[in-house]
T-cell receptor
Framework: KAGVTQTPRYLIKTRGQQVTLSCSPI?????VSWYQQTPGQGLQFLFE???????NKGNFPGRFSGRQFSNSRSEMNVSTLELGDSALYLC????????????FGPGTRLTVT | GIQVEQSPPDLILQEGANSTLRCNFS?????LQWFHQNPWGQLINLFY???GTKQNGRLSATTVATERYSLLYISSSQTTDSGVYFC??????????FGTGTSLTVIP
């Protein structure tokens, strides 16, 4: 099976712009979670989607949003980018219905200048 | 939220040495995973271990859920074991909390 894929892998944006990141889960996995990793805050949970519904959300401002499509692919969007949004954004997928083991993609490294 | 503490924060080993990494968590958990993050940022699954003991080659892990801790053992370490090791726990069924990691450097 192919693993979790994320696009793009690297991105440079300017303050005030918006960005959309994409995540394709492992085939058959219907839950997709997003995490932000920074040197100062470590790995922090953003949100989780299952069957196109957001089931859980971390403590991030409303500028961070996401969605999930009927094929389980997910996107996250960050509007009005700030310098502090520079981070590695990781997506994870899991099969719902038994063991909730998460598998991570390679991440998107976002730099805001 | 739940607190996840990992120790030690940094570890330097000679190739061939053994090590034990610890993860303490502050609440009962549904799930627990250990990951290895490589230099490119990829999180690689090591163990899914909410309780009990598992072994995979030179790596093994033990979780004592009643005492709220998990241990990751690395034997006969190799330079390719270098990287950051994370423990992540889940209490709700769909949200993992990560520890701050243990940075391991294995020198030849």
């Amino acid at each position: 099976k192919a693993g979790v894929t994320q696009t793009p892998r690297y991105l440079i944006k300017t303050r005030g712009q918006q960005v959309t990141l994409s995540c394709s889960p492992i085939s058959g996995h219907r839950s997709v979670s997003w995490y932000q990793q920074t040197p100062g805050q470590g790995l922090q949970f953003l949100f989780e989607y299952f069957s196109e519904t957001q089931r859980n959300k971390g403590n991030f401002p409303g500028r961070f949003s996401g969605r999930q499509f009927s094929n389980s692919r997910s996107e996250m969007n960050v509007s009005t980018l700030e310098l502090g949004d520079s981070a590695l954004y990781l997506c994870a997928s899991s099969f719902v219905g038994g063991i909730y083991e998460q598998y991570f993609g390679p991440g998107t490294r976002l730099t805001v200048t | 939220g739940i607190q996840v503490e990992q120790s030690p924060p940094d570890l330097i080993l000679q190739e061939g040495a053994n090590s034990t990494l610890r993860c303490n968590f502050s609440d009962s958990v549904n799930n627990l995973q250990w990951f290895h993050q490589n230099p490119w940022g990829q999180l690689i699954n090591l163990f899914y271990i909410p309780s009990g003991t598992k072994q995979n080659g030179r790596l093994s892990a033990t979780t004592v859920a009643t005492e709220r801790y998990s241990l990751l053992y690395i034997s006969s370490s190799q330079t390719t074991d270098s990287g950051v090791y994370f423990c992540a726990v889940d209490i709700t069924g769909n949200q993992f909390y990560f520890g701050t990691g243990t940075s391991l450097t294995v020198i030849p």
